[in-house]
């Protein structure tokens, strides 16, 4: 078990909030912060590329002033999400602003980040890689990575397809730094099952898409109230790669969720195309049928701070027995 100092010290529970494309903004993840996770964004958010810049100033400085007014409080460093594919012109942009401002955590996602480890150590800072299978971890890890995230069966957005047990017991036979483990954990029992589980730390997405700051619409949230594992559909249509999105979604869009065309993965596209589409196809994981609400962000992480600790007290109770 693996958590390194900068995570360890400041957050108030093993949580990195997922970044999500067109829903992670600077109120969501400043929230997110201030209740003890770390909170993340994906730079091709910050629209036009300029943005970024100003969201990132915006984000320190609300920490920087949270942390002045009450140094002992937790508050969890932030993040930001490169996605490393052809696709992304912005790339090389984002990463210098991010490096000038020393991002504390960059998660990248799709290609191994050989050119982002050494930028972002060069200021003390650490990468993280999403990975959906061992082959995808070992490739992060010989590109230096500091931490891997495991995106298994049943994540929001583009999902992995392997039982959570099977990847993180095989990835934890050859790697003991810090495993994030990813899909369909929404509240406090589940983190702790994550821990048991080999995982250092849990990798919330969908959970924060149903909060006040998160930047989804209203009828998108209703939707996440409503469904349920069954109304979630995988398939690779939108985007090239399989993701997981809301079916009530993909039929309002006029099209038939059991029988969407296959989609090779040279299709993939980040562009203005894909945020189109993202916005219209709403994604979400498995775990969408443990939302009932839609607090704000600060009142659903005490919700999960409780829960957890209740899980764990249930938990020392039950393995009394054993
Ligand atoms: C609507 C949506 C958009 C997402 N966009 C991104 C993204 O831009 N970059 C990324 O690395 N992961 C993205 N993800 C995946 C999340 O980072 C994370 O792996 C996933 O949400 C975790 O599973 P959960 O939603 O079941 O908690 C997205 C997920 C959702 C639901």
């Given at each position: 078990?693996?958590?390194?100092?900068?995570?360890?010290?400041?957050?108030?529970?093993?949580v990195?909030?997922?970044?999500?494309?067109?829903?992670?903004?600077?109120?969501?993840?400043?929230?997110?912060?201030?209740g003890?996770l770390?909170?993340?964004?994906?730079?091709?958010?910050?629209?036009?590329l300029?943005?970024?810049?100003?969201w990132?100033v915006?984000i320190?400085?609300?920490?920087?002033?949270?942390?002045?007014?009450?140094?002992?409080?937790?508050?969890?460093?932030?993040?930001?999400?490169?996605?490393?594919?052809?696709?992304?012109?912005?790339?090389?942009?984002?990463?210098?602003?991010?490096?000038?401002?020393?991002?504390?955590?960059?998660?990248?996602?799709?290609?191994?980040?050989?050119?982002?480890?050494?930028?972002v150590?060069?200021?003390?800072?650490?990468?993280?890689?999403?990975?959906?299978?061992v082959?995808?971890?070992?490739?992060?890890?010989?590109a230096?990575?500091?931490?891997?995230?495991?995106?298994?069966?049943?994540?929001?957005?583009?999902a992995?397809?392997?039982?959570?047990?099977?990847?993180?017991g095989e990835?934890?036979?050859f790697?003991?730094?810090?495993?994030?483990?990813?899909?369909?954990?929404?509240?406090?029992?589940a983190?702790?099952?994550a821990?048991?589980?080999?995982?250092?730390?849990?990798?919330?997405?969908t959970?924060?898409?149903?909060t006040?700051?998160a930047?989804a619409?209203?009828?998108?949230?209703?939707?996440?109230?409503?469904?349920r594992a069954a109304?979630?559909?995988?398939?690779?249509?939108?985007?090239?790669?399989?993701?997981?999105?809301?079916?009530?979604?993909?039929?309002?869009a006029?099209?038939?969720?059991?029988?969407?065309?296959?989609?090779?993965k040279?299709?993939?596209?980040?562009?203005?195309?894909?945020a189109k589409?993202?916005?219209?196809?709403?994604?979400a994981?498995?775990?969408?049928?443990?939302?009932?609400?839609?607090p704000?962000?600060?009142?659903?992480?005490?919700?999960?701070?409780r829960?957890?600790?209740?899980?764990?007290?249930?938990?020392?109770d039950?393995?009394?027995?054993?």
């Amino acid at each position: 078990m693996a958590i390194p100092a900068l995570l360890r010290e400041r957050l108030s529970l093993p949580v990195i909030c997922a970044p999500m494309f067109i829903l992670s903004n600077p109120d969501l993840v400043i929230a997110q912060c201030l209740g003890g996770l770390v909170g993340s964004f994906p730079a091709l958010n910050a629209r036009p590329l300029g943005v970024l810049e100003e969201w990132i100033v915006h984000i320190k400085t609300a920490l920087a002033q949270a942390r002045e007014a009450d140094p002992g409080r937790r508050i969890g460093p932030f993040a930001v999400n490169q996605i490393v594919h052809k696709s992304n012109d912005r790339l090389a942009h984002d990463m210098e602003v991010c490096v000038r401002h020393q991002v504390p955590l960059i998660i990248t996602s799709l290609s191994a980040p050989q050119d982002i480890v050494p930028a972002v150590h060069a200021y003390g800072g650490l990468v993280f890689h999403d990975v959906i299978s061992v082959r995808h971890a070992e490739k992060a890890l010989e590109a230096g990575v500091d931490g891997l995230i495991l995106v298994c069966a049943g994540a929001g957005g583009h999902a992995g397809t392997l039982n959570p047990f099977a990847l993180v017991g095989e990835v934890r036979r050859f790697y003991d730094g810090p495993i994030v483990l990813s899909g369909a954990i929404g509240n406090g029992r589940a983190i702790l099952a994550a821990q048991a589980m080999g995982a250092d730390l849990a990798y919330m997405g969908t959970r924060f898409i149903a909060t006040q700051e998160a930047g989804a619409s209203q009828a998108y949230k209703d939707c996440l109230v409503a469904s349920r594992a069954a109304d979630v559909v995988y398939t690779p249509y939108f985007t090239g790669v399989p993701g997981n999105y809301l079916k009530a979604s993909i039929l309002a869009a006029g099209l038939d969720p059991e029988h969407l065309p296959e989609r090779g993965k040279d299709s993939m596209n980040m562009g203005s195309s894909s945020a189109k589409a993202w916005k219209d196809i709403w994604g979400a994981g498995q775990g969408v049928g443990g939302i009932d609400d839609i607090p704000a962000t600060a009142e659903l992480i005490a919700q999960i701070q409780r829960e957890y600790a209740q899980a764990r007290a249930a938990l020392v109770d039950a393995t009394k027995l054993f």
